[in-house]
């Protein structure tokens, strides 16, 4: 795991979006905390321009995100519009 994602910042993120820390299988959960670490590469980005590899796992986590986003609409859209109000994207 990332040295900017620790233990304690997961289970703060599983616990604020997905009712508790040792639930990690909600969809809330798991689009906050790929909200998080794209947040986090998109800032190491905009100072190390030339990271293919960072730009590479930007890019498939905003893959998942918007897989898990699209699952969250189609089952149950009152929970994806909540996810999406709370982390202020948009779609």
Request: contains cysteine; glycine residues 6%; proline residues 0%.
């Amino acid at each position: 795991m990332s040295a900017y994602l620790t233990k304690e910042k997961t289970e703060e993120i599983f616990n604020q979006y997905g009712g508790s820390a040792t639930n990690t299988g909600s969809s809330e959960g798991q689009i906050a905390l790929f909200t998080y670490r794209i947040q986090a590469l998109s800032d190491h980005l905009r100072t190390n321009r030339k990271d293919f590899s960072c730009k590479r796992t930007l890019l498939n986590l905003v893959s998942k995100r918007k897989k898990l986003l699209n699952y969250l609409h189609s089952n149950d859209l009152e929970r994806y519009r909540k996810i999406l109000d709370q982390l202020g994207l948009r779609k």
